[in-house]
């Protein structure tokens, strides 16, 4: 038979681990994308698991313009996700994967060759 002391240590660590986690995973994101680019964004997709998500946006964002970003997500902050844009023949050209902390991210820059975020 455990004592008390044992269960009660037991008991607090495991609500400590079920406080403790969901700071490590997102929920509701809020943050603005930046097209520093000359380019018309199209796209927002983001890495899950081997997969990539749907487009987030279902509009499209002209060089120079900023527009406020939401979505849920119930992951990890660490998140790879890739941004497309319109290519002179219409199609959609894919940019590179890049990672990042969208519990952090307040702005996501994209500027033609790279997405960076503050």
Same mark, same amino acid.
């Given at each position: 038979?455990?004592?008390?002391?044992?269960?009660?240590?037991?008991?607090?660590?495991?609500a400590?681990?079920?406080?403790?986690?969901?700071?490590?995973?997102?929920?509701?994101?809020?943050?603005?994308?930046?097209? +520093?680019?000359?380019?018309i $964004?199209?796209?927002?997709? *983001?890495? @899950? =698991?081997?997969?990539? /998500?749907?487009?987030?946006?279902?509009?499209?964002?002209?060089?120079?313009?900023?527009?406020?970003?939401?979505?849920?997500? +119930?992951?990890?902050?660490? $998140?790879?996700?890739?941004? *497309?844009? @319109? =290519?002179?023949?219409? /199609?959609?050209?894919?940019?590179?994967?890049?990672?990042?902390?969208?519990?952090?991210?307040?702005?996501?820059?994209?500027?033609?060759?790279?997405?960076?975020?503050?």
């Amino acid at each position: 038979m455990k004592s008390l002391a044992t269960k009660t240590f037991a008991a607090l660590a495991a609500a400590a681990t079920l406080i403790s986690v969901p700071a490590a995973y997102a929920a509701g994101q809020k943050f603005d994308i930046k097209n +520093d680019s000359e380019y018309i $964004i199209d796209g927002f997709y *983001t890495g @899950e =698991g081997n997969e990539w /998500s749907a487009n987030w946006m279902n509009f499209k964002l002209n060089g120079g313009e900023s527009a406020n970003m939401e979505f849920n997500y +119930d992951g990890p902050c660490d $998140i790879e996700f890739y941004v *497309t844009w @319109e =290519g002179e023949d219409g /199609s959609s050209i894919k940019g590179d994967e890049t990672t990042i902390n969208i519990c952090e991210a307040n702005t996501i820059y994209f500027d033609g060759k790279q997405a960076t975020y503050d």
